[in-house]
């Protein structure tokens, strides 16, 4: 569902709402797209490092 599908009611379901539930179950949320980089690059050392060890 994208934003033509969003409900917002006062503040809730905004953007800001949604990534600050997200993070608080544990999400990794990007802010801007330099954040997509560093947080895919996170959970790939990761789970590489799972992997080997």
Do not use: D, Q, W
């Amino acid at each position: 569902m994208g934003h033509a599908g969003a409900i917002i009611v006062g503040n809730k379901g905004t953007a800001a709402s949604k990534m600050e539930v997200l993070a608080e179950a544990g999400v990794h949320v990007a802010r801007n797209p330099r954040e997509v980089v560093e947080a895919i690059s996170e959970c790939v050392e990761v789970n590489f490092n799972e992997y080997i060890h």
